[in-house]
């Protein structure tokens, strides 16, 4: 039979404008989300990261927040750029007891792809 | 400019071979973890290393693959032997995990093609 690959979703964003991923995590005991972005042919970067005691956290020009009572996550990237285009990945730390260097398990999420429009 | 370095970033090898890929985590860094990336599954945490010693495997085929630090400035992903269905982009990061930081750094991959 035919193969299917995972179906990205895509978020096309003109140049200029905000752009806001989204992402659902699973585990209501995950400790820490990390967003990470993934141009094609290279290894995923680290963008930002959040802990669970937090709501928002900025870095330049990205914004994560965690809404833990729906265990859902957003990046918003302002004055989406075209270098902006990329796969962004959302991951969660399973386990506990990472502050102390504990078992720490990062499983990450299947993507959305950004494409800005110039 | 520290990075993580993986060797070959390519591979083509036949069904049934041995494959190692390795990888040169930062210099520093305590954790190394394993991932595999296919348009089926995504990213796969395959395993994870602290301070040499293997934390968590449980993402690894036990059958054919395995994964060893011989020294802190060395990890290796060994399949043997190869299918097919393991062709994949494997990628090694590593970070620094002692105040609470898991910022994990990527390596470049290796695409291993197995036919």
């Known amino acids: 039979g035919e193969s299917v690959g995972l179906h990205l979703p895509t978020l096309s964003v003109q140049e200029g404008d905000n752009s806001i991923i989204n992402c659902a995590y699973s585990n209501s005991a995950s400790d820490y989300f990390i967003w990470y972005k993934q141009e094609s042919g290279k290894g995923p970067q680290f963008i930002i990261d959040?802990?669970?005691?937090?709501d928002k956290r900025q870095g330049q020009r990205v914004t994560v927040l965690l809404n833990k009572t729906v265990k859902h996550l957003s990046l918003q990237i302002a004055a989406t750029q075209p270098g902006d285009s990329a796969v962004y990945f959302c991951?969660?730390?399973?386990?506990?007891?990472?502050?102390?260097?504990?078992?720490?398990?990062?499983?990450f999420g299947t993507g959305t792809k950004l494409q800005v429009i110039p | 400019d520290a990075r993580v370095t993986q060797t070959p970033r390519h591979k083509v090898t036949e069904m049934g071979q041995e494959v190692t890929m390795r990888c040169q985590p930062i210099?520093?860094?305590?954790?190394v973890f394993w991932y595999r990336q296919t348009m089926m599954q995504g990213l796969e945490l395959l395993a994870y290393f602290r301070n040499r010693a293997p934390l968590d495997d449980s993402g690894m085929p036990k059958d054919r693959f395995s994964a060893e630090m011989p020294d802190a400035t060395l990890a290796t992903l060994k399949i043997q032997p190869s299918e097919p269905r393991d062709s994949a982009v494997y990628f090694c990061?590593?970070?620094?995990?002692?105040?609470?930081?898991?910022?994990?750094?990527f390596g470049q991959g290796t695409r291993l093609t197995v036919v």
């Open positions: 990061a590593s970070g620094l995990v002692r105040t609470g930081n898991t910022e994990a750094f």
């Open positions: 959040i802990r669970s005691n937090m």
């Open positions: 210099l520093g860094h305590n954790t």
């Open positions: 991951a969660e730390n399973i386990g506990g007891g990472w502050d102390s260097g504990g078992y720490q398990k990062v499983t």
